[in-house]
């Protein structure tokens, strides 16, 4: 099983109509949230039956209210989506998976979803997507082929609107055309790899950084709740999006690249967590973005038949030289491994990846 996203095309009302559901579905979550919360008192109720009831309440009662007229214009799958989310919200809370739930909050991201309930549809090849109780809609990029989902998932990232859904197929695997590499991860390159590849990241949030702290000290200085601070938010939103496409781009052609290369990658098992204590190096490596790369990396090893294989966090890479086996101390402002023993000179990413590579 494997998930597809796609930009909508959307004109104005089209993008008003997606608001619309998404704002039904914030409503819906919040009131049963708030609901659930309200009856912790009442004794031993499960969730399930709680959430039950607040549907029953929902459909024989608040849609018949004058002022929530509006909801029966809207298609009701998103209600009930919005409270299977909000149970699975709370089974996650009960396993001690996550946090107790809080309320939805438009600037939290908007979003909804929405299924078939006749069973799953059949989604043409072109560009244009036929999603389950909303209607017909354009497509940015094409669908390749025909595919076959049921529950599709609508979301806003800046100021645009996309679509995924999940299809319940396996890709076929490919043929590596090499067979093994190793990948050293850094701040100076994203990926320096053992037969002298090197890939630059992007860095977008750097590049933004500026543009980015000048947006925000204009919305601090604004009316609160104004018009004009709405829009600087807007701008705010936008820019983050930007930044977050940037690096997932970089990011998905580089994973993808190296799972359709090779047939065995290893690379550290990076203790990122501790890396990001680090608050002169925590900027970069979050710009970068090592745990997506990872994550990334893992699940395409599975889709294109590639293996993957982590190296010990522990593992001194970069302490020891790829030639004789001779370790010594080396700071991070040291680019060189000069090795004594052996005198080899070299490149202190390279020398990691080869390292990586042989353990």
């Known amino acids: ?51 039950n009831e607040v549907k029953k309440v929902l459909t024989n ?70 999603i389950p109780t909303l209607g017909t809609f354009r497509l940015y990029e094409a669908l390749e082929c025909g595919y076959v989902s049921q529950t599709f998932t609508i979301s806003k990232e800046g100021s645009r609107w996309f679509v995924s859904f999940c299809v319940d197929a396996e890709r076929l695997p490919v043929q590596q055309p090499k067979s093994s590499v190793g990948i050293d991860v850094g701040i100076k390159y994203a990926a320096m790899l053992s037969n002298q590849q090197v890939f630059d990241a992007p860095k977008p ?62 690379i550290e098992d990076l203790n990122i967590k501790g890396m990001m204590a680090n608050h002169k190096l925590a900027g970069a490596i979050s710009d970068i973005g090592f745990y997506e790369f990872k994550r990334q990396l893992d699940y395409k090893c599975l889709m294109y038949g590639a293996n993957l294989v982590l190296v010990d966090k522990w593992f001194p890479s970069s302490k020891t030289c790829s030639n004789c086996g001779n370790k010594k101390d080396m700071p991070l402002g040291l680019r060189t491994y000069d090795c004594p023993a052996c005198g080899r000179s070299i490149d202190r990413d390279f020398n990691a990846s080869v390292n990586i590579l042989n353990s």
């Open 1 to 51: 099983m494997f998930a597809l996203k796609r930009s909508l095309k959307l004109n104005n009302n089209e993008a008003t109509l997606m608001a619309k559901h998404a704002g039904f579905r914030r409503v819906v979550f919040n009131f049963g949230l708030s609901l659930r919360t309200q009856m912790y008192s009442e004794g031993k109720l499960s969730d399930s039956k709680v959430i």
């Open 61 to 130: 009662h608040v849609k018949k209210q004058p002022e929530f007229a509006w909801m029966n214009q809207l298609s009701s799958r998103v209600y009930q989506n919005a409270l299977i989310d909000l149970k699975d919200a709370f089974s996650r809370y009960r396993a001690g998976k996550a946090g107790h739930q809080k309320f939805a909050s438009r600037r939290n991201g908007q979003s909804f979803t929405v299924d078939s309930s006749n069973g799953k549809v059949l989604l043409s090849a072109g560009k244009t997507i036929k």
């Open 205 to 266: 949030f750097k590049q933004a950084k500026t543009k980015l702290a000048t947006l925000q000290r204009q919305a601090s200085r604004q009316v609160k709740c104004s018009n004009n601070q709405r829009k600087t938010y807007n701008k705010i939103s936008r820019l983050h999006a930007q930044i977050a496409c940037i690096r997932k781009d970089f990011l998905h052609k580089l994973t993808t690249y190296l799972a359709k290369t090779f047939n065995l990658i290893k």
